[in-house]
């Protein structure tokens, strides 16, 4: 195994969304909803657990991630990418079969488990189907993330840091007693791609500060690499600011901070 460059993807909306099995109060449509991740998409049962989803036009996709799903050792997950719903029911362009949804094999100490499929190729689909077999007992999913990934012409800086940004607070009072204010504990991870050619900054890098602001959602695998820590090393959130494009001495290439303050 060997470690492999930073993998971005933003998330593409997913469009007008169907489902076979969804629990009242935990639809389908809650995977298209990122930014408010506690809202899960939840099946009765184990039994026609779907997605599928038809964007507003065709979209180009070369992978697949479901994030924060109580997945299990048999649970499996297969992606089918066409342009109509008749395809992607049955026999369509890119059809993944079934794979493990747990994959490489890892036990989270939360239960929530990451999908991830890199597909290898670019497929322009207007349709795209999930499905969910193998599972024990309900289903349930927080985002799905379809979309292009992005990959930086060479690897980050080596003062990279991973951590986590505590959202509430900690005081002493004058006789010593804690006073806490409650607050959430995000992961965060740190990190400089610092010598990025003009062409791929232009290419890619440049609509992740001017599109997605400091508001839109990324999706971050610091190494893809199918080793059981990849887990651990997926990220989904928002850039604590914009990634500024900085020049460096060598025309034509750039240095990028990243900064992800990460949802799940």
């Not at 890619?204 to 959602?217: H, P």
């Not at 914009?242 to 034509?252: C, E, N, Q, S, T």
Request: hydrophobic share 40%.
């Amino acid at each position: 195994m060997a470690i492999r460059k930073p993998l971005f993807v933003v998330p593409l909306d997913l469009g007008t969304i169907a489902t076979g099995n969804e629990t009242a109060g935990f639809p389908a449509s809650h995977l298209n909803r990122q930014k408010a991740i506690a809202l899960t998409w939840k099946s009765t049962g184990n039994t026609n657990v779907w997605v599928r989803g038809q964007f507003a036009a065709s979209r180009a996709i070369d992978f697949m991630a479901m994030v924060s799903a109580n997945a299990l050792s048999g649970t499996q997950i297969r992606l089918r990418l066409g342009t109509s719903q008749a395809e992607v029911d049955g026999t369509a362009p890119y059809d993944s079969t079934a794979l493990a949804f747990i994959s490489p094999s890892i036990t989270r100490d939360d239960g929530l488990y990451h999908s991830h499929l890199e597909i290898g190729a670019t497929h322009n689909a207007t349709w795209w189907r999930v499905d969910i077999t193998g599972h024990t007992g309900d289903f349930q999913a927080a985002s799905l993330v379809l979309g292009k990934t992005i990959v930086p012409s060479n690897f980050y800086n080596p003062e990279y840091e991973m951590g986590a940004t505590d959202l509430g607070d900690l005081s002493f009072s004058r006789w010593g007693v804690l006073d806490e204010t409650p607050g959430r504990i995000m992961r965060r991870i740190d990190f400089t791609l610092g010598w990025q050619t003009e062409a791929v900054f232009e290419a890619d890098f440049r609509k992740l500060s001017e599109v997605l602001g400091r508001r839109g959602i990324i999706y971050l695998c610091f190494d893809p690499d199918s080793t059981t820590y990849r887990q651990a090393k997926t990220y989904l959130g928002v850039f604590d600011k914009p990634p500024f494009a900085r020049g460096l001495r060598k025309p034509a290439l750039y240095a990028q901070d990243f900064v992800i303050h990460s949802l799940i």
